[in-house]
């Protein structure tokens, strides 16, 4: 009962602080001239002076700000965001185009970079100063300092290069026909879940052959953080007390390892991995570009180049409800893992 | 009085950056059945480092690296002990917490803080106690099946039945593998010829290998999914663990039962983890300071408490402090431990009626008496760095009557009469 409070007070505060994201929003947009902020409205090239005046006059773009605010926030809560340029459909069209591409690869390498990140972390800290350490020390720093583009390139050069797999793209151009035909039924636009929702095996692995690369990119580029920080974690839960406790209860190093030290090790980690999850919701433009995936990410980076107002808005909006839903999700898992942490 | 455990010549040392810290230096000390001894000493001396090694629980980067411990557990090895040092890991796991146990200094920390008391208290039976459990378990099991029930859970029981059953096998033949090992062990225990060598170092590893768990148990052990099955054991284990706690005064046990350690008082913390170190009735309890961070009506009850079980449960106590009036309080025989090496053994009446060692003299006249009216008696210096201990005796640099040979030779432990040993050049004799 009290977790079920608990949700429900901080789903409240994540109202308030949604509302303030969009005052923020708001007044970033209220900087650029009425005169630019037309285009949010009308999607026509070439305008004449005195249409834009009329423009301006009858969208009340020369309003006070608050009423403006309250304007947009009326066509914000109807689901109306306006009209993108850069995916040349409303802002809502794009997003249901450009998000689930995004989602597909974030749903399958986060969980990959949590295991990976928190196993070698482990297997660190385990082996310390031992050839394994060393190992997954070489691991992280690779993968802290390789800059996204060059190891992409470089996993794109190599693998489709060179062997002439993992292409780039979202799915075969073969397996595209199928897809945007009458008979496939978009059910979430998720690629690979839809494959199986219409029982087409064959689009199922097409979607994930090319899942595969990237996946893999993001991994090597983004379990470093986490791999370090679960080392470290764990190296001090194992200094700890109760594991000399724990031995002397006569439990073997496997037990001492995976029940006693790891949970407590875990803590710092799932903060790490939620901000991670929240980042990569957003901010994979480079990979996305790389792999020539049309995300979300792809389309902010295009978004931002071309002053797409209403596309950075609404992507403003959507990261800040995901960055507090991860948020909220992770301080759930923290009490789940930690009893010394109360929610309510 | 028979032996119990006995360290001989032991040498622990640490290996850190700045240099080897040797933190024993010959440390022997015998324990026997059913007595309790105080090992004493200033912080830093080596008496943790002494009981760890005893459990072999020294953690990184510690190492014994020198002498024996004998165990003295069952009558068939009482002649000669089991040297420990040369065991393997798997049979130091089933030795730790079953026969030998510890409670350590601070309870507060040496509590695992995101596991239950359940989880924690529990964990010992389900180490130790595993057969026994699981056949109480099938008991229950087949007074179930006898009465009539709904089919599906009939068949749900059955299923149980069969796989604990199973399960209990499997560990049953683990058993009978680990018990025929050991005895091969112990008829080579002092046979040093190459061939025994080989032998004995193969058998160690094929008991660290050796596991009890066919796959279908293991399967079903290691998948969270299935916890529900073990439910009938854990509903055992937790009645189990409120009698203990009842039995150790914890009010309201199965409330405590279900709280996390951060929920409790440090003496109720205290005792939680005295009910660890119970769990299975251990042969020899190990107290490394259970008192000194408690205050001092929960430091009396805790001593009570531990006098109450050495009288009704366990056989000995190995009592670590360095406050000398819980010695007196507690203790029949003590050892004065000084930067790893061992002063004087004796009983409590002679240390503190006749003590031989200038430290021990040193230590006696450093407590404050109530009737004190001059400046309390310090011993001048402080404890050495022991990464460079002073050659010889360790404590020649202190010591007010310290002769030259004390900075050339490390004193013999002698025997200055029965029962009152001594290690200092003061008292010349035979070597023990």
């Not at chain 1, 070439?46 to 403006?68: F, H, W």
């Not at chain 1, 591409?101 to 660190?124: D, Q, S």
């Not at chain 1, 949970?263 to 999850?277: C, E, H, K, S, Y």
């Amino acid at each position: 009962m009290s977790l079920l409070h608990y949700i429900i007070r901080r789903l409240l505060l994540m109202i308030v602080v949604l509302f303030g994201v969009t005052l923020l929003v708001f007044s970033i947009m209220m900087i650029i001239p009425p005169g630019q902020r037309v285009g949010i409205y009308v999607q026509h090239e070439k305008i004449t002076p005195s249409q834009m005046e009329a423009l301006i006059i009858k969208y009340g773009l020369r309003d006070p700000a608050p009423i403006q605010y309250l304007r947009w926030m009326a066509n914000v809560l109807r689901g109306d965001f306006g009209h993108s340029v850069t995916a040349s459909a409303p802002v809502s069209e794009g997003f249901k185009m450009y998000f689930p591409v995004t989602l597909e690869l974030v749903l399958l390498a986060t969980p990959l970079i949590i295991i990976v990140g928190i196993k070698l972390g482990m297997l660190g800290a385990i082996h310390k100063d031992r050839s394994i350490d060393h190992a997954t020390r070489v691991f992280a720093i690779v993968g802290y300092s390789l800059p996204t583009f060059w190891l992409g390139l470089l996993l794109l050069m190599i693998f489709y290069g060179y062997f002439g797999i993992f292409p780039p793209g979202t799915i075969s151009p073969d397996s595209k026909d199928v897809v945007f035909s009458a008979e496939f039924i978009n059910f979430t636009g998720l690629l690979t879940l839809d494959a199986i929702l219409n029982w087409r095996w064959d689009i199922f692995w097409d979607a994930l052959y090319h899942l595969i690369l990237p996946t893999i990119n993001l991994i090597l580029l983004n379990s470093a953080l986490l791999m370090r920080l679960m080392r470290s974690s764990m190296l001090e839960a194992l200094g700890q007390d109760f594991i000399l406790t724990a031995l002397a209860k006569g439990a073997s190093k496997r037990i001492v390892y995976y029940k006693h030290a790891r949970r407590n090790a875990l803590i710092p980690a799932v903060t790490v991995a939620g901000v991670l999850f929240a980042l990569l919701m957003g901010g994979m433009v480079i990979t996305e570009t790389i792999f020539a995936r049309q995300g979300i990410g792809l389309w902010m980076a295009r978004a931002a180049l071309m002053l797409d107002v209403p596309a950075i808005m609404f992507n403003v909006l959507f990261l800040g409800t995901v960055f507090v839903t991860v948020n909220l999700i992770v301080d759930i898992i923290y009490a789940y893992i930690d009893p010394r942490i109360r929610l309510g | 009085m028979e032996k119990l455990i006995e360290t001989e010549d032991l040498y622990t040392n640490f290996f850190t950056f700045e240099g080897v810290v040797r933190a024993l230096n010959g440390v022997s000390v015998v324990v026997n059945q059913g007595e309790t001894y105080g090992l004493v000493g200033e912080s830093g001396c080596g008496k943790s480092v002494t009981v760890r090694s005893m459990m072999r629980i020294v953690q990184e980067p510690g190492k014994i690296v020198g002498g024996k411990i004998l165990l003295f557990l069952s009558s068939e090895d009482r002649q000669k002990g089991i040297d420990i040092i040369k065991r393997s890991e798997a049979f130091m796991e089933s030795i730790r917490g079953d026969d030998i146990s510890m409670i350590f200094q601070e309870a507060s920390t040496s509590l695992n803080p995101v596991l239950s008391i359940r989880d924690q208290v529990g964990e010992s039976f389900l180490l130790h106690r595993r057969g026994e459990l699981l056949e109480e378990t099938l008991k229950q099991l087949a007074d179930e099946l006898k009465s009539n029930g709904f089919p599906l859970a009939m068949a749900w029981k059955g299923f149980q039945r069969w796989l604990f059953r199973r399960e209990l096998e499997s560990l049953r033949r683990y058993e009978k593998h680990v018990k025929e090992i050991d005895r091969e062990l112990y008829e080579l225990e002092e046979k040093t010829d190459p061939r025994s060598t080989r032998r004995k170092s193969s058998l160690n590893a094929r008991r660290d290998r050796l596991s009890e768990h066919d796959f279908l148990v293991s399967a079903v052990k290691k998948s969270p999914f299935l916890e529900r099955y073990y439910k009938k054991i854990h509903k055992i284990v937790e009645n189990k663990i409120i009698e203990l706690l009842k039995s150790l005064g914890v009010p309201n046990p199965a409330n405590v039962l279900k709280s996390y350690p951060h929920e409790l008082s440090g003496g109720m913390q205290q005792r939680i983890v005295i009910a660890i170190a119970l769990a299975c009735n251990p042969t020899l309890l190990i107290a490394d300071e259970p008192t000194s961070n408690l205050d001092v009506t929960i430091q009396a009850q805790i001593i009570e408490l531990i006098k109450m079980l050495k009288e009704n449960i366990i056989t000995s106590v190995l009592f670590i402090t360095h406050d000398l009036g819980l010695v007196a309080e507690v203790c029949e025989r003590v050892t004065v431990m000084y930067a790893g090496d061992t002063c004087e053994t004796t009983s409590v009446k002679e240390l503190f009626k006749n003590p031989l060692h200038p430290y021990t003299k040193g230590l006696l006249s450093s407590v404050p008496r109530i009737e004190q009216v001059e400046k309390l008696h310090t011993i001048p210096g402080t404890v050495p760095n022991l990464i460079n201990p002073p050659a010889g005796c360790r404590f020649h640099p202190r010591c007010p009557s310290a002769m030259k040979i004390c900075a050339e030779r490390k004193p013999p432990m002698v025997e200055y009469k029965e029962g009152h040993t001594v290690s200092c050049h003061l008292y010349p004799g035979e070597e023990v």
